[in-house]
């Protein structure tokens, strides 16, 4: 802002005369005609210089002058006299004191005027540069100030030095005390060094540090320290640094971190025990596992064996009771094993295509005896609309679904049960590429108070205290089940009247997913029953309802009365001529019929009529059980729940011009009835192994057993076996250390890649994994049903058989195995036609070994071997045997050693000679 010189003169000429000499001198010129408006100018605003008339009208120079001499902040301001009156030296005197600086008469030089104008712009300019160096000091002592107030109340220690030599210029006094100096006495701290802050190697090179630290531009350092008293101190320097005003700077803030060093190595310690606490549980929830299903393995398996022997009523009524209590005690143990995987945050869930529909129904089916056995109504009412395939976890869902089930089942007396799924009625907006599924659980059992509705999803809670008395149960399930609902994205609740039941809501999104591999196309040809008259007997209304809807959207034309006497109305007379009004009769069969029940004279008339009658049955009833009424001969009976697939079959057999194939899923897959597999059985429980035993042996199976992993693995070098069945925790070698041993290799005479199912009672995820990862092929929880065991056994065939296969494609013989001339079952049964019947094998055998076709050997060897133990020939299929285990090992001279030998065996069968040695005999 340029500097400001005020001229006052009660005449224009005079202003603009001293305007035009001082124009360009780098000054704003302001112009007053008299000395009251000066005056006013001169209070307010800031002036460098004043050139004053002395003889003014109403205020003269002298007296502005002396009214300027009163006020602070005018007095010091420099006033130049320009007058025209030529007065004594007095007079000139009297302006002196007043203040004037100087006094020129008119006319006065330019020259002598631009040039004292010119010394008083100078000084001011030197003036308010003093001020305003002085103001800038000013504030830079009041920040110096102010960051020693501030930092003077921290508890961190604050330094800064200078960059270039590494000497302390400041510090706080937290600083201060510790090196116990006073504010700016630095002697015995002045550099870094000596203020106790570095440790690390080369951090003595102070240029070296300065370089880092231009590189970095930040580091930390900790010093661990030992105070007088010997306790531990820990001290962490932050180093940063700065420029200011071109000079680089090091600022240094020590802080303490004693106390949250010890905080961390304390939570590190309570970490670390925690952990622990959890590996300690893990194992403990795995060994109780381990030892509790152990033994209801036997339980069970047993009781189940015990159940198809003969037994009177009350016999089979206690193996039953037996059965039960056990399968529920194993239903706790499966809670109580989720629970804990849930609180320790490793419960996880799949992501694999599945199908919607079939979840429900799969859950439907599990429930269906439990629900009918109470005389409960189980009903499914899937939408139309529910799209297939979705991607999930179909387990996981249908164990909520189960476990929702289970609930409405138990707390359920009379009534029925309603799974209704469809899609959410108003899902998220942005959304939209999702399918959000809406299930519900609906009950007419004993209703929730509303103050427990949310109680009831806490661990271990139930309604109340007398809940778990009266209907069993550990309260683990509507918690699991939220957490996995939860897991997925969804939302589970409950809305409930106390006397009026209860619905368990599900909402749970799913992605779509590409076709599943084996579903069926969507139906696009016209269906021959469209149309069709089809009368639905159903007393419950819900099913009723819910079975209309199904037939109706299979395109028939549905008549569903609401009453017996309803639909007798409907029938024509007895001997009427009048043909009948529907094609099929579906009757919902009561699970236990009345004497005087009416419904037997009602299906007498349909049954003159010839209509197709199908029955719908509870689970609970067998179909022969069904009362022979009259000419009541029911072509059709369905298992409820009812399924979509099931009434499409029953139209598709009434209606479709060929006969059709039994498209409904009876139940689990029917396995061979004769399943003639060798297998070794590792197994240290006498009960276990008594219980997989029969249940192989009773499905054709041949069964050798074995105590632990060693005895396993002598056996295995032995004898050739089909399957390995082993369990894990074995006394001496356990099943894991003998299954390493086997897929490593160690031994020759054992095949690597023989089929190895492990059956173990530690049914934890990381167990599992750790099965599979030492190698095997198949895991089998304890305990386990029948079916479960034949089913895992039929995989191992199927797996061995693909494995024996594939080795075949990956190794191309030479020659090529010949089929056997006739089947086993039209072979010889006389020594001299098994050694003739053999003529063309050995003669292969023998071309397939010159050429080290192993595998073929290996082939050839396990046909003779088949053939050998079709006809009990033992020491030929001993020495048929070792040539597979030689061929496998690829060791030839081994080959052609069983090989002679069972050359002089076919020779020795041939002339029908006896073994050489009758006490010994090859192993079975």
Request: include cysteine; proline fraction near 8%; charge should be negative.
């Amino acid at each position: 802002m340029k500097p400001r010189i005020l001229i006052v003169d009660d005449k224009p000429e005079n202003r603009l005369a001293v305007c035009s000499i001082l124009d360009g001198m780098e000054a704003d010129l302001v112009e007053c005609h008299n000395g009251m408006a000066a005056l006013e100018r001169v209070l307010e605003e800031d002036f460098a210089l004043i050139l004053l008339d002395a003889h003014m009208p109403e205020m003269d120079g002298f007296e502005m002058l002396q009214l300027m001499a009163s006020v602070e902040r005018t007095r010091r301001l420099p006033i130049i006299f320009l007058t025209a009156i030529h007065k004594d030296e007095q007079h000139i005197h009297h302006g002196y004191h007043l203040g004037a600086v100087d006094y020129m008469l008119k006319p006065f030089n330019p020259t002598i005027l631009r040039g004292k104008v010119a010394v008083f712009l100078d000084l001011y300019r030197q003036r308010e540069l003093i001020r305003q160096q002085a103001a800038d000091l000013e504030r830079q002592r009041h920040r110096l100030q102010l960051f020693h107030d501030l930092t003077g109340r921290l508890d961190d220690e604050l330094m800064i030095f200078d960059a270039a030599d590494g000497r302390l210029l400041e510090a706080n006094q937290a600083a201060l005390d510790r090196l116990g100096r006073q504010p700016g006495n630095f002697p015995s701290a002045g550099h870094i060094r000596d203020a106790g802050v570095l440790t690390a190697a080369g951090d003595d090179d102070w240029e070296t540090l300065i370089g880092q630290l231009r590189q970095d531009g930040s580091r930390k350092v900790e010093r661990d320290n030992r105070l007088p008293g010997g306790a531990e101190r820990i001290t962490e320097a932050n180093l940063q640094l700065t420029q200011l005003e071109g000079r680089d700077y090091l600022l240094v803030v020590v802080r303490d971190v004693t106390r949250r060093r010890l905080t961390e190595q304390a939570l590190q310690t309570a970490r670390d025990e925690a952990h622990a606490a959890t590996r300690a549980k893990s194992r403990f929830l795995a060994g109780m596992s381990h030892e509790i299903r152990s033994p209801m393995n036997a339980v069970i398996g047993m009781t189940s064996l015990l159940l198809e022997s003969p037994l009177d009523a009350e016999q089979r009524q206690f193996a039953r009771m037996v059965l039960e209590s056990a399968e529920s005690l194993l239903d706790i143990l499966n809670d109580i094993l989720d629970f804990s995987k849930v609180e320790a945050g490793k419960l996880s869930l799949e992501r694999i295509p599945f199908a919607l529909q079939e979840v429900f129904e799969k859950a439907g089916d599990t429930l269906a005896l439990q629900a009918h056995k109470k005389g409960l109504e189980l009903i499914l009412d899937l939408h139309p609309a529910l799209p297939n395939p979705l991607l999930g976890d179909p387990v996981r869902l249908r164990q909520v679904i189960i476990n929702l089930l289970n609930n409405a089942i138990k707390f359920t007396p009379r009534g029925d049960v309603v799974v209704a799924a469809a899609p959410l009625a108003d899902p998220p907006h942005d959304d939209g590429h999702r399918f959000h599924l809406h299930c519900r659980v609906t009950d007419t059992g004993i209703g929730i108070e509303p103050g427990n509705l949310e109680r009831i999803f806490d661990s271990f809670t139930q309604a109340d205290d007398t809940t778990s008395r009266q209907f069993g149960g550990t309260g683990l399930g509507l918690a699991i089940s939220r957490e996995l609902v939860r897991l997925m994205g969804g939302r589970l609740w409950v809305e409930s009247q106390p006397g009026a039941g209860s619905t368990f809501h599900i909402t749970v999104p799913f992605d779509p997913a590409p076709p599943v591999p084996g579903t069926a196309p969507a139906r696009s040809d016209p269906v021959p029953w469209v149309d069709r008259p089809v009368l639905l007997l159903e007393q419950n209304p819900t099913a009723r309802r819910v079975l209309s809807d199904m037939l109706t959207r299979l395109q028939v034309r549905v008549t569903a009365p609401a009453s017996l006497a309803e639909a007798t109305d409907l029938l024509p007379p007895p001997g009427s001529l009048v043909a009948a009004p529907f094609d099929i009769l579906l009757v919902s069969f009561p699970a236990a019929p009345l004497p005087d029940d009416p419904l037997p004279d009602f299906l007498g008339r349909a049954g003159q009529l010839a209509l197709c009658l199908a029955v719908l049955l509870p689970a609970n009833q067998r179909p022969a059980a069904l009362p022979q009424w009259g000419r009541f001969t029911p072509r059709h009976r369905l298992i409820k729940p009812v399924k979509p697939a099931q009434l499409e079959w029953l139209l598709a057999d009434q209606f479709a011009p060929t006969p059709v194939p039994d498209r409904i899923p009876a139940g689990p897959p029917v396995l061979r009835r004769n399943l003639d597999a060798k297998i070794l059985l590792v197994e240290d429980d006498p009960g276990n192994r008594l219980v997989a035993t029969r249940f192989l042996v009773n499905a054709g199976c041949r069964v050798t057993e074995a105590r632990d992993g060693l005895e396993a693995l002598n056996r295995l070098a032995r004898e050739d076996y089909d399957m390995v069945l082993m369990d894990v925790g074995l006394p001496g070698m356990d099943g894991l250390e003998a299954l390493r041993r086997i897929r490593g290799g160690e031994l020759p005479e054992v095949p690597a890649d023989i089929p190895l199912l492990v059956v173990s009672a530690q049914v934890m995820e990381e167990e599992k994994k750790r099965f599979l990862q030492a190698g095997a092929d198949g895991f089998l929880a304890k305990p386990y049903l029948r079916a479960q065991l034949l089913g895992k056994v039929t995989e191992m065939m199927d797996l061995q058989a693909e494995r024996i296969r594939q080795r075949l494609r990956n190794h191309q013989p030479v020659i090529s195995a010949p089929a056997p001339a006739r089947p086993p079952g039209d072979l010889p049964t006389s020594g001299m036609e098994i050694a003739a019947g053999l003529t063309d094998l050995m003669a292969h055998l023998s071309q397939a070994l010159e050429q080290a076709a192993f595998p073929v050997v290996e082939e050839l060897g396990l046909a003779i071997r088949q053939t050998a133990h079709h006809h009990q020939a033992d020491f030929l299929r001993y020495h048929a045997f070792r040539l597979v285990v030689a061929a496998r090992s690829r060791l030839p001279d081994h080959c052609r050693e069983h090989l002679t030998a069972l050359q002089r065996e076919l020779q020795r069968l041939a002339s029908g000679e006896s073994p050489p040695d009758r006490s010994w005999s090859p192993p079975s």
